[in-house]
């Protein structure tokens, strides 16, 4: 019922991209992305709401198809700063307000100079 | 001062002792959470308050307790806990419920002897 992520980790270069996916096997109603550096608190990034809907964050961005039930996040020309867990959350089962979330186990993105 | 406080920031216990966990929000958000963390596993949602009153218990074992007097204040009451219960644990505070960026806090490294 929780969310799939992948990959469960990847090694940049700094200035390069990367795709971090979230995938659902159940209808998606929102997907909630954080980011957890070592040692420090989860951070909100973003929600989205809508099918289809992207938004941005500095130079990460992430879009949401709803029809395939997925959610992809994307760090553009990263910098050392990104590096972290990455963590999508979605509705837990027989909810769609956002209230109560499940969440995958995390995509280690590594930025090295 | 740091949005969503939680002290301690580390506790051991033993099996048989009884502790709280403390979580105070400077933001005047009006819902808080319980999460725990463990090593290699995803976020897991424990409990939810809105307005001071629970409306999530995600099947959380009896041993575990909140409280929330108020809607700065979220306390979680340990007694009894087994060597599967150290982890993490994390509060967060959002505006409202639904979908809103959730704040965390820094959590409460627990350590079952």
């Known amino acids: 019922q929780q969310p799939v992520q992948s990959p469960q980790a990847v090694i940049l270069r700094e200035g390069e991209d990367a795709v971090i996916n979230c995938s659902s096997s159940?209808?998606?109603?929102?997907v909630h992305w954080y980011r957890q550096k070592h040692g420090e608190a989860p951070v909100f990034l973003m929600i989205?709401?809508?099918?289809?809907e992207q938004k941005g964050h500095e130079k990460i961005s992430a879009s949401f198809n709803e029809k395939k039930q997925q959610s992809s996040l994307y760090l553009t020309a990263s910098q050392l700063s990104y590096s972290g867990t990455y963590f999508c959350?979605?509705?837990?089962?027989?909810?769609?307000?956002?209230?109560?979330?499940?969440f995958g186990e995390g995509t280690q993105l590594t930025v090295n100079p | 001062e740091t949005g969503v406080t939680q002290t301690p920031r580390h506790l051991v216990m033993g099996m048989t002792n009884k502790k709280s966990l403390k979580c105070e929000q400077h933001?005047?958000?009006?819902?808080m959470y319980w999460y725990k963390q463990s090593a290699k596993k995803p976020l897991e949602l424990m409990f939810v308050?809105?307005?001071?009153?629970?409306?999530e218990n995600n099947s959380v074992p009896s041993r575990f307790s909140p409280e929330c007097p108020n809607s700065s204040h979220l306390f979680l009451h340990l007694h009894t806990l087994q060597p599967e219960d150290s982890a993490l644990y994390l509060c967060?505070?959002?505006?409202?419920?639904?979908?809103?960026?959730?704040?965390f806090g820094d959590g409460t490294r627990l350590s079952i002897l």
């Open positions: 959350g979605t509705d837990l089962p027989g909810e769609t307000s956002g209230s109560r979330l499940t």
């Open positions: 308050y809105s307005l001071e009153e629970r409306v």
């Open positions: 989205l709401l809508k099918g289809g």
């Open positions: 967060a505070s959002s505006p409202r419920i639904g979908n809103q960026p959730q704040h």
């Open positions: 159940k209808a998606l109603y929102s």
């Open positions: 933001l005047g958000h009006n819902a």
